[in-house]
């Protein structure tokens, strides 16, 4: 093999085990099929055993979980269970899509597999991944092990290629429930090892919050966001015009209709401002709100949500200036044929900055304009991806993103104007447990004074789950 690339080695392993599996797919699909059909039969039977127990005792209330043996189907919440089709069928090697709050608490799990009974009637799962990553850039991309366009260096850049190998989106979570009198009570913990610019693992937390019923208190993903469309990359960052934060936060969801639901919440604010003077200090006076409406459907879901902020800093003895700041998210997904599925979102608003993945710490939600007067920047980003099964052990997604803002005078003349994102990747779910993939990178970053530069990424990883994925 001496000479031949390792690339070009790992492309033709890959391509000759997606033939040899190929040839049992039909096969599979059927019995998929015929394991679907059998379900729905069963939840038929359920449905009618439920009205017949509510006829003969209608003072009874149906609790949202009990315990249950490992194994046997998890039990249907009052609120109809819609996502199962278009969500539960995706694959997500990062694992974002178990970790989100969930209506009613319904587990996205078929089943009870992986949960050990405790303390009567209690539940606990451990969960979480190990992985290791491979990185090799063409030339200097800026962040190392993850991929953000708005990092690219603009300019003459020297033309030396660099690896990295980190171990840095390996994940631990705890997922605790147990049934009480106002409904499940569900405790997620989860942290990974990105937490900081470099090849070093460095604690970070990521979720740490209790929901009862719909009432959830704690640190996870924004409500603006939508982490229901997060694209099935190897990148731990994803699209730059896809909306991504995690803040402290208590929220409400009120179910309603037939897979409608409508959220509110408080969060703490992150703000993030540049000026022309030192040490300036970012104040807020209130928290940010968020008021957010998710229609789900068997084969899709769509989401549109909005932030309300109060931006605001000071420096020295300084009056303190503050400026108004919103967001609007529009945000889905939907199924194609057996498994395939497109998602993506649109946003645009004055002062979220924050919330775009390519614009977190760069100072753009807020600048001062020509006359020195503090103004929310208008920032605007949308991503596409599409998601495609081989069969049942190879997949693929293509993913395009794109960020611009409209800068204002404050602003130097290097600061961030625009960004642009592209990623194809090839994954191989070899067993329930070990994924491998493969993921090609592009992306160009545009200042302000017109000055661009661009990069070229190529990814590889392995990822050991401690449980087999949903499916």
Do not use: W
């Given at each position: 093999?001496?000479?031949?690339?390792?690339?070009?080695?790992?492309?033709?392993?890959?391509?000759?085990?997606?033939?040899?599996?190929?040839?049992?797919?039909?096969?599979?699909?059927?019995?998929?099929?015929?394991?679907?059909?059998?379900?729905?039969?069963?939840?038929?039977?359920?449905?009618?055993?439920?009205?017949?127990?509510?006829?003969?005792?209608?003072?009874?209330?149906?609790?949202?979980?009990?315990?249950?043996?490992?194994?046997?189907?998890?039990?249907q919440s009052q609120y109809k269970r819609t996502v199962d089709e278009e969500i539960r069928n995706r694959d997500d090697l990062a694992g974002n899509l178990t970790a989100a709050p969930r209506v009613d608490?319904?587990?996205?799990?078929?089943?009870?597999?992986?949960?050990?009974?405790?303390?009567?009637?209690?539940?606990?799962?451990?969960?979480?991944?190990?992985?290791?990553?491979?990185?090799?850039?063409?030339?200097?991309?800026?962040?190392?092990?993850?991929?953000?366009?708005?990092?690219?260096?603009?300019?003459?850049?020297?033309?030396?290629?660099?690896?990295?190998?980190?171990?840095?989106?390996?994940?631990?979570?705890?997922?605790?429930?147990?049934?009480?009198?106002?409904?499940?009570?569900?405790?997620?913990?989860?942290?990974?090892?990105?937490?900081?610019n470099t090849q070093e693992p460095v604690y970070n937390l990521r979720h740490l919050y209790g929901q009862l019923h719909n009432l959830l208190v704690g640190y996870t993903f924004s409500s603006f966001l939508d982490a229901d469309t997060d694209p099935d990359t190897l990148d731990y960052q994803g699209p730059n015009g896809n909306t991504w934060a995690a803040a402290a936060q208590i929220r409400y969801t009120q179910p309603f209709g037939k897979g409608q639901s409508l959220a509110f919440s408080a969060e703490g604010p992150l703000i993030d401002i540049q000026t022309n003077l030192n040490e300036a200090v970012t104040t807020s006076r209130i928290p940010d709100f968020t008021l957010k409406y998710r229609f789900e459907a068997e084969h899709g879901h769509l989401q549109l949500s909005s932030v309300f902020r109060d931006l605001g800093g000071y420096a020295g003895t300084q009056s303190q200036a503050h400026v108004f700041g919103w967001g609007l998210t529009l945000a889905g997904a939907h199924s194609v044929g057996a498994r395939d599925s497109v998602m993506g979102d649109v946003n645009y608003g004055d002062g979220i900055g924050h919330y775009l993945v390519d614009l977190a710490g760069l100072g753009v939600d807020a600048a001062l304009n020509a006359q020195g007067r503090l103004v929310a920047i208008p920032a605007f980003g949308a991503y596409g991806a599409y998601q495609h099964y081989w069969n049942q052990h190879w997949r693929s997604t293509a993913t395009y993103g794109y960020v611009r803002l409209n800068t204002v005078y404050g602003q130097a003349p290097d600061a961030f104007h625009s960004s642009q994102y592209a990623a194809g990747n090839v994954i191989w779910n070899i067993r329930d447990t070990i994924s491998v993939g493969a993921e090609l990178l592009y992306g160009t970053n545009l200042e302000k004074n017109g000055a661009k530069g661009n990069a070229t990424r190529f990814q590889m990883a392995i990822q050991y789950d401690l449980f087999p994925s949903r499916n």
């Open positions: 093999m001496r000479g031949i690339p390792t690339t070009v080695v790992f492309v033709v392993v890959l391509v000759l085990t997606c033939a040899a599996a190929s040839a049992q797919e039909s096969d599979i699909e059927a019995l998929k099929a015929e394991v679907k059909s059998l379900r729905e039969q069963l939840d038929n039977v359920q449905s009618k055993l439920d009205a017949v127990e509510a006829r003969a005792n209608p003072s009874s209330t149906p609790t949202s979980h009990v315990v249950v043996e490992p194994g046997t189907p998890a039990p608490n319904i587990p996205l799990e078929e089943s009870d597999e992986g949960y050990t009974n405790v303390l009567g009637n209690a539940r606990v799962k451990f969960g979480g991944y190990a992985r290791l990553d491979f990185i090799y850039d063409l030339k200097p991309a800026g962040f190392p092990t993850a991929f953000i366009p708005s990092t690219i260096p603009v300019g003459p850049v020297p033309g030396i290629n660099s690896t990295a190998v980190d171990i840095n989106p390996s994940r631990l979570s705890l997922d605790l429930r147990r049934p009480t009198d106002l409904g499940e009570l569900r405790i997620f913990y989860e942290n990974d090892f990105f937490g900081g």
